[in-house]
């Protein structure tokens, strides 16, 4: 075992595919000599050359539509859009050709890639460097849609994710980046795509999260003593509906939080499933807390993302509920 952080561990795994594989290849804008904005790439172009390790120019909808060619080629590209605020320039090429070439080929063609960004708040990036997307993403058929909340799942769930045969779209919550280290495996490993993680056991309500508001919903329970699972999705498309439907059952309660905006959100799909298979088991009404449909200020997140007292606010009212 050895000590990460998530940039570590994201570094780390990179590192021992680059090294077992001569296909993958990675792409993005300062990825090389500089190791990304965020460090995450750090020292791989100097040991693997700029033939694996591509500085691109600026331009998301090239490094997209790059890598869509690499993989139909058979290479296995890994690129990396600099923040998920910039990546709606590359929508076309995500939505109507990444998401969609194994439909349209009826299956002759594959896209052995994976799309990693940094989104979410927590460094006080404001409207243009802190977004949360990850709905739109989940609304395409097509796409596997990750986000891991600590450095052991981030190895895992990356490697989980490089193995596969369609394309990924890799979620890191950069508030997460250095937050913390874990204890992380030195040998390659899989953490399951498409199943979530029970982080807290309890029995009075499920609170239903992913990414970056798990370490905050585990310590407001924890500080709290709320009596709750806490269930890490870690797999937002396919969600594991079949954890969220065994916690549930048990609790009769239910609670989202995300710091995305409110409507359309993960919350609302979240509930409707609950609500469509789970209403008999349910004692309250299913409660959101999520950030407000507004774009995320620069100086005022405290108030835009869920916290401690918003989150056991929404536990009191659910437990209290007659």
């Known amino acids: 075992m050895s000590t990460m952080n998530m940039v570590q561990a994201i570094n780390n795994i990179l590192d021992m595919k680059m090294s077992a594989d001569d296909s993958v290849v990675l792409l993005g804008e300062d990825i090389g000599v500089d190791g990304g904005v965020f460090r995450v790439t750090e020292g791989l172009q100097k040991k693997y050359g700029a033939e694996r390790v591509i500085d691109t ?16 080629n058979g290479l296995r590209p890994v690129p990396e859009i600099q923040f998920q605020d910039f990546i709606y320039t590359a929508f076309d090429q995500i939505i109507n050709q990444m998401a969609k070439m194994r439909y349209r080929t009826a299956g002759r063609i594959t896209l052995p890639m994976v799309l990693r960004t940094p989104y979410g708040g927590g460094v006080r990036g404001g409207l243009y460097h802190s977004q949360s997307g990850e709905s739109y993403f989940v609304h395409t058929t097509g796409l596997t849609v990750v ?21 990924v779209i890799f979620l890191e919550p950069k508030r997460l980046y250095r937050a913390g280290k874990a204890e992380v495996p030195e040998e390659d490993y899989k953490v399951e795509i498409g199943k979530a993680k029970l982080v807290h056991e309890g029995e009075k309500m499920t609170i239903i999260t992913y990414g970056s508001m798990v370490p905050v919903v585990s310590s407001t329970v924890e500080k709290n003593g709320l009596d709750a699972d806490v269930l890490d999705l870690r797999t937002l498309l396919p969600v594991d509906i ?42 309250a009404p299913i409660i959101r807390v999520a950030g407000p449909d507004t774009p995320i200020p620069y100086r005022l997140e405290e108030y835009y993302l869920p916290n401690e007292k918003r989150i056991a606010k929404a536990a009191e009212k659910l437990l209290n509920f007659r």
Not at 57 to 70: F, K, Q, R, T
Not at 254 to 269: D, F, K, N, Q, W
Request: no cysteine; glycine share 8%.
């Open 57 to 72: 120019p600026l331009v998301e909808l090239g490094i997209v539509g790059a890598a869509i060619g690499m993989a139909i």
């Open 147 to 167: 986000t891991p909340s600590n450095p052991y799942d981030a190895k895992g769930l990356l490697s989980s994710a490089m193995a596969m045969n369609d394309p």
């Open 242 to 283: 079949d954890a969220i439907s065994a916690s549930v059952k048990k609790t009769g309660r239910a609670m989202i939080v995300h710091e995305s905006p409110r409507t359309l959100g993960m919350g609302a799909e979240i509930s409707a499933l609950i609500s469509e298979r789970l209403i008999e088991y349910l004692y």
